[in-house]
């Protein structure tokens, strides 16, 4: 079975930066599509960016150009680089990932899934 393993919760002010880690197991990283949703209480699960087999990456209006998605195959770890914090970012950020590839920022489009772990931005 795959299994993600988030890290890197934190509380930062308005502007700062945070990275959050992914560890994944049971399958290779650059075989997967893989990314980042998030969401606060009473709202749906939003995409944040995905990344697939190639190495491409796409994110949603709400964080291009702050947030960045990259991985280490050799770790087998995904990461997620957030710059320019603002307090909407405020969220329990999900690691997803895909065995078929990537088709779109969608949860019915992932089958694994991280605990979640809370970003909180003043």
């Known amino acids: 079975d795959v299994q993600l393993v988030e890290s890197g919760r934190g509380s930062v002010q308005a502007g700062g930066s945070l990275t959050l880690s992914c560890a994944v197991s049971?399958?290779?990283?650059?075989?997967?599509?893989v990314g980042w949703f998030r969401q606060i209480p009473g709202k749906e699960r939003e995409g944040v960016g995905h990344?697939?087999?190639?190495?491409?990456?796409t994110y949603a209006e709400s964080v291009k150009g702050r947030f960045t998605i990259s991985s280490d195959n050799a770790k087998n770890t995904l990461f997620l680089q957030m710059n320019s914090l603002k307090p909407e970012d405020t969220s329990v950020y999900y690691c997803?990932?895909?065995?078929?590839?990537?088709?779109?920022?969608?949860?019915?489009?992932?089958?694994?899934w991280g605990q979640g772990t809370q970003v909180t931005v003043s």
């Open positions: 997803a990932a895909e065995d078929w590839g990537c088709f779109g920022l969608d949860t019915n489009n992932f089958g694994y």
């Open positions: 990344i697939d087999n190639d190495g491409r990456a």
């Open positions: 049971g399958n290779r990283l650059n075989r997967m599509c």
